[in-house]
C-alpha cells in the first residue's frame, strides 16, 4: 500500500464496492471527492513554501525589497529606493499603510537619515483623515527637526480635534522650539 492518503481513499473506495457495500454509490461520492479535495489541500498547505506571485513581487520591490527569482527577498535595495517608496506611501489608499508610511520616515530620521523631500510629504500627510496618520506624521515632523514645521504644526494646531494628536503637535512645538530658538 501506498503512503499516499489518496491512494487511501481511493483503496477504500474499492475495497467497500467490492464487498457488496457500495449500495449507496451515489450519497458516498460527494464524501469521496470532498475528502480528495481536503487531502490535496492539506497536501500542498504541508508541501510548504510557494513561489511569490507577480504582484506580490511588484509590491515588495515597491516598498524598497529586492526579490531574487527564487522568490525569497533581500535587504531593501537602496536607500532612495526605500524612501521613494515610503514617501509614496503616506499616500496609500491604506491609512494603515500611511501610518505605517510615517513611521517608518520617523524611524530613519532617528537613524540619522534625514532627508529634504521627507519635510513637504510629512506636511501634506498633517491634513490625512485618520487621526493616527496625523499623529504618525507628526511624530516624524518632530525627528526631522526643520524649524520650518513650527508654523505648519500650530496651524494643525487651531483645527486638530483628536486629542493624542494635539498632545503629539504640542510636544513636536516644544521640541522644535527648544531645539531651535527664533533669533
Known sequence: MDSCPLSFVICYARTTKDKGQGT??????PFLIIGIVIAAIILWYLSGERALSRNEKLYLKRRGY???????????????????????????????????????ISALCRSGQKDERMFSALVSTLEDSQPAVRTAAVHALRELGDPRA????????EIEEAIQTRAAIKQAIEKLGASHPQR
Open 66 to 104: 529586492a526579490v531574487e527569482e527564487s522568490g525569497e527577498m533581500e535587504r531593501p535595495v537602496e536607500r532612495d529606493t526605500r524612501l521613494l517608496s515610503l514617501l509614496d506611501s503616506l499616500s496609500d489608499l491604506s491609512p494603515f499603510s500611511r501610518q505605517r508610511a510615517a513611521e517608518e
Open 24 to 29: 449507496n454509490d451515489k450519497r458516498e461520492m
Open 150 to 157: 513650527i508654523e505648519k504644526l500650530n496651524r494643525r494646531l
